[in-house]
């Protein structure tokens, strides 16, 4: 069955970086494309970064140029480096996949920052 198992959040000093990481299986990874939304207290969950299986990438407008997001086919891993984070980065993020119909979504991991 999908899995998707992120890692690496944490608290972060405003200015600061984190480096998340999310571990698929269960599926052809190199297949798909692959996402990161984030959910902050009170407001709606809203797609951050995906990546196509052609390595194209698309970001949301608040996050270009400080938020990079990548993938290992080797080792079915879908990263997404947070570089000058802010305050109102503060989210729960999530790895997101859709394939065939239906939506998989990770555990979430929490990203703090904060000083």
């Known amino acids: 069955q999908v899995q998707l198992v992120e890692s690496g959040g944490g608290l972060a000093q405003p200015g600061g970086s984190l480096r998340l990481s999310c571990a698929a299986s269960g599926f052809s990874f190199n297949n798909y494309a692959m996402s990161w939304y984030r959910q902050a207290p009170g407001k709606t969950r809203e797609l951050v970064a995906t990546?196509?299986?052609?390595?194209?990438?698309n970001y949301v407008d608040s996050v270009k140029d400080r938020f990079t997001i990548s993938r290992d086919n080797a080792k079915n891993t879908v990263d997404l480096q947070m570089n000058s984070l802010r305050p109102e980065d503060t989210a729960v993020y999530y790895c997101?996949?859709?394939?065939?119909?239906?939506?998989?979504w990770g555990q979430g991991t929490q990203v703090t920052v904060s000083s």
């Open positions: 997101y996949l859709r394939r065939i119909g239906y939506n998989y």
């Open positions: 990546i196509t299986r052609g390595f194209n990438t």
